[in-house]
């Protein structure tokens, strides 16, 4: 979402405004941050000290905070760090243009919740795209995870109008758009309104854009399993549109810590909604979140999660190590922490068991002929960047111009991505 936030960002001050390659010949230098983990969180501070030196040499660059850190310590961070001229919370980015404005008079902060403000000013025509997009339908959570600061720093959840995100896929798929990958944070809560005023759910949003003709892929991030009703896995199974993949973070497979995680569901719900899906649509590739060495998380709780991750078998994941975050619930329970050492053992066995299941899931790719949509110049001179409908990166050389679609057979798969030739 900050990837998206960012270029929404741009394209805001793009009238007055243009990117530039370095801080040292940029007017205003922004950092969007991401305060989830304290790793993340920790990433501005270790660059304040660069733009120190920047400021120091030219006297008129501002700099500006935006994101989850700016919303959770930004009155903190202006007092402390001199050197910021401004933060903005991730629900004020409306007010971007706004605050670089007054920068030359006095410091600025925007920390208030004002979605459906934004969402209104988000609705100006996009300019930074490409053939895969991001499209914001829904922000901020109620869930409240005992471990989570989204509800803090995002806010409450808020859903966008299907008009309005149907006018922006729209615009998108008239300028070459394929792939739409709708997001929230609690993405399968979405309850937007529709041009009826009546209240529509992820499954009718999706049905309601892949209308949209040139529109061929879309798929949805990040999941909640107690979202995940019938009517969405049921359309898992009929559409031909949705991306046969589902990102549903788990975190845990030990009850015990499910409870304590105030998740709201035992691991028994969860396998039922994966072999719900499964019966749906055989072929899903299936991706989660999982924490380790979360406060009470015994070896046995650890080797409930182990065993969740052998029974479902993913072809993704990601995983953290607990990281304690200031106004959480699960940072006020200071009994029986995990020391850094068991965390690291714990993270390290739980990746090697998902490494190995998506090396084994990529492997069954090899030698098959896979439509992969181009979006555009790998890492490597000469290769091209490409995703299937599983999700996987697909890396391939091409000679001619490319198409919007390739027709590629995988010749070779690692954990994270595979490599093919253009048939
Ligand atoms: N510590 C570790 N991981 C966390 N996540 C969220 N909060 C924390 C935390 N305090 C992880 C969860 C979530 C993903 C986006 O980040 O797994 O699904
Ligand atoms: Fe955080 Fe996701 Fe839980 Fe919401 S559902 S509180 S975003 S982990």
Redesign the pocket.
């Known amino acids: 979402m900050n990837s998206y936030d960012s270029d929404r960002l741009l394209e805001s001050i793009k009238d007055t405004h243009e990117q530039v390659v370095s801080p040292e010949m940029a007017d205003v230098i922004v950092f969007n941050t991401c305060h989830?983990?304290e790793k993340a969180a920790e990433k501005i501070y270790s660059e304040l000290g660069k733009i120190k030196k920047i400021k120091k040499i030219n006297l008129d660059t501002k700099l500006i905070i935006t994101g989850c850190v700016a919303q959770a310590e930004g009155r903190a961070m202006i007092k402390r760090q001199p050197i910021i001229d401004a933060v903005i919370g991730p629900q004020m980015y409306h007010k971007f243009k706004n605050v670089i404005d007054q920068l030359k008079h006095k410091k600025v902060m925007e920390l208030d919740f004002q979605s459906n403000e934004k969402f209104k000013a988000l609705q100006n025509k996009r300019s930074i795209f490409n053939r895969s997009a991001f499209v914001t339908i829904q922000e901020g959570c109620d869930k409240f995870c005992s471990?989570?600061?989204v509800p803090f720093t995002r806010g409450a959840e808020s859903s966008r109008k299907v008009n309005d995100i149907y006018n922006e896929v729209e615009y998108l798929v008239e300028n070459g758009c394929k792939e739409v990958v709708l997001l929230g944070q609690n993405v399968n809560a979405y309850h937007g309104l529709n041009y009826k005023n009546e209240e529509v759910n992820l499954a009718r949003l999706i049905s309601t854009i892949e209308k949209i003709e040139d529109l061929k892929r879309i798929t949805y991030t990040?999941s909640h399993p107690n979202d995940m009703h019938e009517e969405l896995i049921q359309l898992h199974g009929s559409s031909d549109k949705l991306n046969p993949y589902l990102h549903l973070?788990v975190?845990s497979g030990s009850d015990k810590i499910l409870k304590l995680m105030n998740r709201k569901y035992n691991k028994k719900l969860y396998l039922q909604i994966i072999d719900k899906l499964r019966k749906k649509c055989p072929d899903i590739a299936l991706s989660s979140?999982?924490?380790v060495g979360y406060p009470e998380e015994t070896k046995k709780d650890f080797q409930e999660t182990i065993k969740l991750i052998k029974e479902v078998e993913f072809a993704q994941a990601?995983s953290?190590?607990?990281?304690?975050?200031l106004g959480?619930k699960s940072s006020r329970n200071n009994s029986n922490n995990i020391c850094d050492q068991e965390k690291n053992e714990r993270l390290q066995k739980l990746q090697e068991i998902l490494n190995h299941q998506q090396k084994s899931y990529n492997n069954k790719f090899l030698l098959k002929n896979l439509k992969v949509l181009v979006k555009g110049k790998a890492k490597k001179k000469n290769q091209y960047r490409g995703i299937t409908k599983w999700m996987q990166v697909v890396n391939f050389e091409i000679s001619r111009e490319v198409n919007s679609f390739e027709n590629i057979k995988i010749i070779k798969s690692s954990n994270n991505s595979l490599l093919g030739e253009v048939q």
């Open positions: 989830i983990r471990f989570c600061v990040t973070p975190q979140d999982f924490i990601y953290f190590k607990y990281s304690s975050r959480t």
